[in-house]
């Protein structure tokens, strides 16, 4: 496939395809970055009961590739899948603004998880389906959801500062709020977008054959590897919110007067980073091997949680380390979580790839976050000194398990661009 000669797609399918994006991650970035904080302080859970918290929410992950995607492979267009799908996530996220109960929220977010976690993948095959180069298109839609990410996290951080300053830990309730409504608005929104009708081609099951290219290099270690990544990845997003929030109170006045309160507006410098690296790949995706992009972003991983742990040892100021650790979270998720994506679409024949990418989804978005949620919950506990979280013992865990990862890469994966090679 000569992909050079691949015609532009039409503004209105990137402005539906980008809009999709936006509100995608918008929903997943209003509550994520905050649910730590919020459940520890405000609902007084354990770092383990947050853990299984954290955890429940990506069982939608796994069952997802044996009903959405055989759904959206075979039966039922992605669109109206996706449209149903946030409908029913909206009504849910709205009520753990109000739950109170361990056993409550729990029920709650597992059912939430189940109807938004198989999204995150089938929003990806959709846009691949549609898009005639996705070297070159698909970073241009996909960085729209990282806008996304952006706005809702600066938006909570004014919000809390504006309108819950007194109280900013309970004020973490609206962002369940505001998810609801975005996830209404993206129901109504998938209606519009691009008809993707299931293949018509053999009834074979999608899933289970998606399971055969994977037994195969390079998606064989692909899908190893992303269950210890995505434990690490976990690990960043159950900590880092309070973990900021902390050293923000005694840094200058323009963080706050910038990101707002707590650590979610903060946390939006590294969804700036991943603009600017997302609209990178494109550009190096045809000169610059897969393999050495992956190698990258892990190594990303390491050094943004070396940041982290040792942030007080090192000569630069605290705030410009922290700054520097956030900002890899850009080359982190660029150039492991998106380019793995790219591999797993470039890798699975056309009549599978909702599932392949279901099936992507199922490792990185359900099996590591429940083994990184549970795991994150237990070193929280662990590192937990009279009370007080030590930081350092808890970032330098993840910190070792991505250089592992690093060695894991050079030695299994292989030495080659793509698929189309």
């Known amino acids: 496939m000569n992909t050079s000669a691949a015609p532009l797609p039409s503004r209105n399918l990137m402005v539906r395809l980008s809009g999709m994006m936006f509100l995608q991650y918008a ?46 492979d075979r039966y039922f267009s992605t669109e109206k899948f996706l449209a149903a799908s946030h409908f029913v996530g909206a009504l849910l996220i709205w009520q753990l603004a109000t739950i109170e109960s361990y056993n409550g929220f729990l029920l709650f977010s597992g059912l939430y998880g189940l109807v938004y976690a198989p999204t995150l993948s089938l929003t990806n095959s959709l846009a691949f389906h549609h898009l005639p180069d996705r070297d070159r298109d698909f970073g241009r839609v ?23 300053a007194a109280d900013p830990i309970a004020g973490k309730a609206d ?20 008809r993707t009708p299931p293949s018509k081609g053999e009834q074979r099951s999608a899933p289970f054959a998606a399971m055969g290219a994977v037994r195969r290099n390079p998606l064989a270690t692909l899908f190893l590897l992303a269950i210890p990544v995505s434990c690490i990845h976990q690990f960043y ?82 705030m410009a380390t922290l700054v520097i650790g956030i900002g890899l979270h850009g080359v982190c998720f660029g150039c ?13 024949g056309a009549d599978i790839r909702a599932s392949a990418q279901s099936l992507f989804n199922l490792v990185i978005i359900g099996c590591g976050v429940i083994v990184g949620s549970k795991i994150a919950g237990w070193v929280s506990d662990w590192t937990m000194v009279d009370g007080v979280q030590d930081y350092q013992r808890l970032f330098s865990v993840p910190m070792w398990g991505a250089l592992a990862c690093v060695v894991a890469l050079v030695v299994f994966y292989p030495s080659r661009r793509s698929a189309e090679d």
């Open 27 to 72: 929903i997943w970035g209003a509550w994520l970055p905050f649910l730590w904080s919020f459940l520890s302080v405000h609902r007084g859970m354990s770092g383990t009961e947050i853990g299984d918290m954290f955890a429940i929410g990506a069982v939608g992950a796994i069952v997802g590739p044996f009903i959405a995607g055989q759904i959206a």
């Open 142 to 164: 996909r960085l729209w959801g990282t806008f996304g990410w952006i706005v809702v996290g600066l938006l909570m951080g004014h919000w809390l500062a504006q309108v819950h």
């Open 175 to 194: 962002a369940f709020r505001l998810s609801g409504v975005l996830g209404l608005g993206m129901a109504v929104f998938c209606l519009f977008l691009p």
């Open 237 to 318: 997003f159950v900590h880092t919110e309070a973990f900021l929030g902390e050293k923000q109170a005694s840094a200058p006045a323009f963080f706050q007067t910038i990101f707002g309160l707590g650590g979610g507006g903060l946390m939006t410098i590294g969804q700036m980073t991943e603009l600017l690296v997302i609209g990178a790949i494109p550009l190096v995706a045809k000169t610059v091997s897969r393999k050495h992009l992956l190698a990258l972003g892990l190594v990303a991983y390491a050094l943004r949680m070396a940041l982290f742990a040792y942030v007080d040892a090192l000569p630069l100021p605290t």
């Open 336 to 348: 492991f979580i998106f380019v793995a994506f790219m591999v797993v679409d470039e890798e699975s």
